[in-house]
């Protein structure tokens, strides 16, 4: 009996396995400390997406799963894994929110960034699909009217491009400016799928009008906002600066809440 | 690393540390886990689940108590709680397994499927054996941790670790009686 016990014991140890690797692994997904990625269909076809327990980590278009690894682990330095798809609700989040439903919380992933950028990037969320905003506007929007620049440099790093819709912000002379996901030709595809008539846009742009007013509510508004499309021609009113608009007469929009922007 | 130069680590840099606690105490929470629900795929889930509450519990306990912490033990009453609340909430779903039922488990499930297997006989023990059985053998844990984890104390566990042994043996020798005669 004894010996038998003992035999006993020694088999309970024997009830010791190994984990499938599958189990660290996603444990350290699901607490930010690696992440996961896989490919999303979008405007611009698929593009891929990492995530953790966070949220959305890092969107780029790469040629391959090699090049996007690279990127990742360049710019944000955790491990990283090939899934098979993104998790079912992060999945259709991140497809109304590209759809343009900006009640659609895709939970984001932003640490080790600045401040500065991240407040860039959360204004930018704000911006309608189907309308553009100039990089002063972020600045002004944000409270640091003068950084122009940085706030076009923050855009040019956003690490989760599309989901956060950086191609909403255009220079302040209206042409549509550089875009990270590949170039002013992609940016004008992505604009253009979400409704925005990009050509018009230049054309206002190449007259020099910023701004568009109503001559019934003396309201002046940036040329894509929502209330500004619905302005009739007859009543159509082009400005080049708000101080013209305001010596007409005119109150800034208080949807897309116009500033005055240098090109 | 020892666990307490390994809590120590956690204490002062928990992000940079959590991996290494994952890849050395992530076995013992899937085997307590494996033998305690007798199902694979729950005790993924709940390994995982533990030790996700681990990193969170760890994010809120001020450095002190990391420091103090019995690591193996600590984890062992999260695995145990996860586990619990698997079951818990899989009650709805499915049938709960049967807790007081070694003799009859085996005998209605048949020699062919039950046989001899140790983990079944484990998984059929009764709740209040089976815990302290799988933390004695399976995970190495000693008495005193034992009764830290499930707040017995020890004399109760050691009782219970010697009736649990008890059970094994006679399902064990009827299993086989079983087989024999089949």
């Not at chain 1, 919380?105 to 189907?130: C, H, M, Q, S, Y």
């Not at chain 1, 600045?139 to 989901?163: D, F, M, Q, T, Y």
């Amino acid at each position: 009996m004894n010996a038998n016990v003992t035999n006993l014991e020694a088999d309970l140890r024997e009830l010791r396995v190994s984990a499938p690797p599958a189990v660290a692994r996603r444990a350290l997904v699901a607490v930010g400390l690696a992440d996961e990625y896989a490919s999303v269909a979008s405007p611009i076809g698929d593009v891929l997406v990492a995530w953790n327990g966070r949220g959305v980590s890092f969107v780029a278009r790469a040629g391959d799963d090699t090049e996007f690894e690279r990127r990742f682990v360049a710019e944000v330095g955790r491990p990283l894994a090939r899934a098979d798809a993104v998790p079912d609700r992060l999945a259709n989040a991140i497809r109304r929110r590209l759809g343009g439903d900006r009640r659609a919380a895709v939970p984001l992933d932003l640490r080790n960034r600045t401040p500065f950028e991240v407040a860039v990037w959360r204004k930018a969320l704000e911006i309608p699909r189907g309308e553009v905003r100039p990089y002063g506007w972020i600045a002004a929007e944000i409270g640091r009217p003068k950084a122009v620049r940085a706030v076009g440099s923050a855009l040019g790093h956003n690490p989760v491009p599309l989901v956060v819709p950086c191609h909403r912000v255009v220079r302040g002379d209206g042409t549509i400016g550089q875009y990270s996901m590949g170039g002013p030709e992609v940016k004008r595809r992505v604009l253009t799928s979400e409704g925005v008539d990009v050509d018009a846009l230049v054309d206002l742009a190449s007259r020099g009008v910023r701004y568009v007013g109503s001559d019934t509510t003396r309201i002046v508004c940036h040329p894509t906002c929502h209330q500004a499309r619905r302005i009739q021609p007859a009543h159509r009113v082009p400005f080049r600066s708000l101080a013209a608009a305001a010596a007409d007469g005119y109150r800034p929009c208080r949807s897309c809440r116009p500033v005055a922007v240098a090109a | 690393m020892d666990d307490t130069e390994l809590a120590r680590r956690l204490a002062s840099d928990l992000d940079g540390t959590f991996e290494t606690l994952v890849r050395t105490h992530v076995d013992r929470c899937f085997s307590i886990a494996l033998r305690l629900l007798a199902d694979a795929s729950d005790a993924e889930e709940v390994a995982q689940d533990a030790l996700v509450r681990a990193y969170r519990a760890l994010e809120r306990y001020p450095a002190e108590r990391i420091r103090e912490l019995d690591l193996r033990a600590w984890l062992a009453t999260i695995t145990l709680n996860a586990a619990r609340s698997r079951r818990r909430r899989q009650a709805d779903r499915r049938p709960p397994l049967s807790l007081d039922a070694v003799g009859s488990e085996s005998r209605s499930a048949g020699a062919q499927t039950v046989g001899s297997s140790l983990a079944s006989l484990v998984a059929g023990l009764p709740e209040r054996y089976r815990a302290p059985i799988v933390l004695r053998y399976v995970d190495d844990l000693t008495y005193s941790q034992i009764a830290q984890v499930l707040g017995r104390p020890e004399g109760t566990l050691k009782a219970q670790v010697h009736r649990g042994l008890a059970l094994l043996h006679a399902a064990h020798d009827a299993a086989e009686r079983e087989e024999l005669s089949a």
